[in-house]
């Protein structure tokens, strides 16, 4: 009658195949772990900062440094290099005046930038005008915004100051 005929297949040689792969791929992420973890320094070096009113990206402020003290007509100095600062129609953003309680002791004051303002880097500098005078030797701060234009993604910076 019917003679049923097996069809020859190679399941052997495919799950040889397979398994052979799964131990190569398995030993080359073996080595990868095993070299990353011989090659990572044992005691990594960090360096702080020392100066606060200058990080790597953004926000540069020249004048004043931090601690330092101000006054009415203080002309504040800096810089930005991109980083979400950005001048826009010759503005850099604003400087607010407070005292170290947060109440506000000045009106925003524009940062004009200083040359081109279509650059990535642009200096700026401002006038500050004080709406009280503080005690001498009082403690404050400088709030920096960079003004989005978009309104989106604010960034403010903040230097500590004496009055």
């Known amino acids: 009658?019917?003679?049923?005929?097996?069809?020859?297949?190679?399941?052997g040689i495919?799950?040889?195949?397979?398994i052979i792969a799964g131990l190569i791929l398995s030993a080359v992420l073996i080595g990868l772990f095993t070299y990353s973890y011989r090659n990572r320094p044992s005691?990594?070096?960090?360096?702080?900062?020392?100066?606060?009113?200058?990080?790597t990206c953004g926000i540069s402020i020249t004048a004043?440094?931090?601690?330092?003290?101000?006054?009415?007509?203080?002309?504040?100095?800096?810089?930005?290099?991109?980083c979400g600062w950005s001048a826009f129609e010759g503005y850099a953003g604003s400087v607010i005046a407070?005292?170290?309680?947060?109440?506000?002791?000045?009106e925003p004051v524009p940062l004009m930038v200083v040359g081109d303002w279509m650059q990535k880097e642009?200096?700026?500098?401002?006038?500050?005008?004080?709406?009280?005078?503080?005690?001498?030797g009082e403690d404050g701060f400088l709030l920096f915004r960079n003004d989005d234009p978009s309104?989106?993604?604010?960034?403010?910076?903040?230097?500590l100051i004496k009055y």
């Open 43 to 55: 005691n990594p070096v960090v360096t702080p900062k020392t100066d606060t009113n200058v990080p």
């Open 151 to 159: 309104g989106g993604n604010p960034k403010i910076f903040k230097v």
């Open 122 to 136: 642009v200096n700026f500098k401002a006038t500050l005008t004080l709406s009280q005078t503080p005690s001498s």
């Open 14 to 18: 495919t799950n040889i195949v397979l």
């Open 98 to 106: 407070f005292k170290a309680d947060g109440t506000s002791i000045s």
């Open 1 to 11: 009658m019917f003679r049923i005929r097996k069809v020859p297949t190679n399941r």
């Open 64 to 82: 004043p440094a931090t601690g330092d003290k101000i006054y009415n007509g203080f002309v504040i100095t800096g810089s930005e290099n991109g």
